[in-house]
């Protein structure tokens, strides 16, 4: 496990600032999302996952919360208690120490698996191999545990992108473009398996893909949860 604590300086991704428009905010208290249908999105072989959170929670070693988890919980993917990022890949559970509730600031995170290796990047910085792992990552929920409306997600998400393809640091650095962002559409080639903008407003109650499953929105005031990034 590979432990870092200092925020990204510079990626390898060039151009201005991306507008990414509106993000959702999920209250902490029993805002999730659900695959529409509801069934779990299955991510086979190669793989990244990407997307951009800003926590509500701030001050460091905030209660453990769920971005996306699988129905059986088999997999996940979970902001931890004591300062600890995790990815759950049927048996394999994989943490990585970073401080992701230290500040309200908009931060990146990418697991990318290749070959059966999965790595870390938050923010541009490379966290290394996490572990290595070739099984399904499954995931239904997200901002919810699969089994409980419990451990909700107390923050804002935005870009959340997820493809079967192999991608390299660089282009994860290049998604991040030195905290400016990049559409990660134009960054990463092959068709999505899932892609969700958020670039929605009120009163809009699904959370409409780009690529893949639109996701349904569940117990959020729709007057408020779409909130500029």
Known sequence: MLGLNFGATSSSGGGGAYDFENALLFDGVNDYLLTDPAV??????????????????TGGGAASQFI?????????????????????VNAGVYDTTYNWSADSDWHHYCYYRVSGVIKLVIDGVDYG???????????????????SVSLMLNGTIDDWFVSEETVTLTEVQDIYNGGAGNNPTTVISGTPKQYINFNQSSPDSTATAQNGSDMALNNFDTSTCWVAH
Do not use: C, H, P, Q
């Open 40 to 57: 779990d999105v299955d991510v086979t072989g190669d793989f990244i996952i990407s997307w951009w959170f800003k926590s509500t929670l």
């Open 129 to 147: 191999t996490v572990g290595t792992n070739t099984n399904i990552f499954s995931y239904r929920y997200m901002g919810r545990r699969g089994n």
């Open 68 to 88: 996306v988890t699988s129905a059986s919980e088999s997999d996940y993917l979970l902001l931890a208690s004591s300062n600890r990022v995790r990815i759950k």
